[in-house]
């Protein structure tokens, strides 16, 4: 379980944030998206961020997923001050160590399915594995072996959400951040999707799911709850 509180202890966390804070000028007025938000994220959990839209969950997956940098606070992932980093600097981080998974897929419809997946290797500048075999072997994690020639739009939308899903494997992260997963899916798709997270999890993999769905975030291990840009109470 991860703790509210900044903890001392011998084993590093995965994620550490110390009084995260996120502003925005909206003409006159100063928007308090996150408000000083502390907490950690060991090696292997499984979160989820819940809350109504405008609590501040999105904003806070944004500063976690490197996409954008806070008005205030310090954020380590596996040790690295990554608060300040200049824009060049977070996209390495995010190649390097974290795999995002997006309500709306963002697959590129051109391409096939296992060059989809392929595609955030060929970003990475140091040396490279083989990317076609380490597409394949995520395709064939989340069940999709037998649709790596086929194209988005041949797809049904699990599939497709299986196949960003292998795209977040692919770079073998430290941390996937999954952005409201099943919002476009059926609820026994969804559901399918939810338990393909959570083997990933037994697995090992630490994961962060944004949702506004209670029976969704109960799939998790723990529960930060958002309210007005500040986590409320201890994780559940």
Same mark, same amino acid.
């Given at each position: 379980m991860s703790s509210f509180l900044t903890q001392t202890n011998e084993t590093q966390p995965l994620i550490s944030v110390? &009084?995260?804070s996120k502003q925005y000028q909206m003409g006159d007025d100063v928007v308090h998206a996150l408000r000083a938000v +502390? !907490?950690?994220v060991?090696?292997?959990? !499984?979160? #989820? *961020?819940?809350?109504?839209? /405008?609590?501040?969950?999105? @904003?806070l997956m944004h500063l976690l997923g490197c996409l954008d940098t806070p008005t205030n606070g310090r954020y380590? *992932?596996?040790?690295?001050d990554v608060s300040r980093l200049s824009r060049q600097a977070r996209a390495s981080v995010r190649n390097q160590n974290l795999g995002f998974v997006f309500q709306s897929f963002n697959l590129l419809p051109r391409?096939? +399915?296992l060059d989809n997946v392929m595609l955030p290797l060929l970003y990475r500048q140091k040396a490279k594995l083989n990317e076609k075999s =380490? #597409?394949?072997? =995520? *395709? $064939?994690?989340?069940?999709?072996?037998?649709?790596?020639?086929?194209?988005? +739009? $041949? *797809?049904?939308? /699990?599939? %497709?959400? %299986?196949?960003?899903?292998?795209?977040?494997?692919?770079?073998?992260? =430290?941390l996937i951040l999954a952005d409201e997963p099943t /919002?476009?899916?059926?609820?026994? @798709? &969804? #559901?399918?999707?939810l338990t393909l997270l959570t083997e990933l999890n037994h697995n090992g993999r630490t994961i962060i799911l944004v949702t506004h769905d209670a029976d969704? =975030?109960?799939? #998790?291990? +723990?529960?930060f709850h958002m309210q007005d840009g500040q986590i409320m109470g201890r994780p559940t």
């Amino acid at each position: 379980m991860s703790s509210f509180l900044t903890q001392t202890n011998e084993t590093q966390p995965l994620i550490s944030v110390d &009084g995260l804070s996120k502003q925005y000028q909206m003409g006159d007025d100063v928007v308090h998206a996150l408000r000083a938000v +502390t !907490f950690q994220v060991e090696d292997g959990q !499984f979160i #989820a *961020l819940m809350g109504p839209s /405008g609590s501040g969950k999105s @904003t806070l997956m944004h500063l976690l997923g490197c996409l954008d940098t806070p008005t205030n606070g310090r954020y380590w *992932l596996n040790g690295q001050d990554v608060s300040r980093l200049s824009r060049q600097a977070r996209a390495s981080v995010r190649n390097q160590n974290l795999g995002f998974v997006f309500q709306s897929f963002n697959l590129l419809p051109r391409l096939s +399915t296992l060059d989809n997946v392929m595609l955030p290797l060929l970003y990475r500048q140091k040396a490279k594995l083989n990317e076609k075999s =380490a #597409a394949k072997a =995520a *395709l $064939e994690q989340v069940g999709l072996a037998d649709r790596m020639h086929h194209k988005p +739009t $041949e *797809l049904s939308g /699990g599939q %497709r959400q %299986r196949v960003a899903i292998a795209r977040a494997l692919v770079t073998n992260p =430290a941390l996937i951040l999954a952005d409201e997963p099943t /919002g476009n899916l059926d609820s026994q @798709t &969804g #559901a399918g999707i939810l338990t393909l997270l959570t083997e990933l999890n037994h697995n090992g993999r630490t994961i962060i799911l944004v949702t506004h769905d209670a029976d969704v =975030a109960n799939q #998790a291990g +723990t529960i930060f709850h958002m309210q007005d840009g500040q986590i409320m109470g201890r994780p559940t």
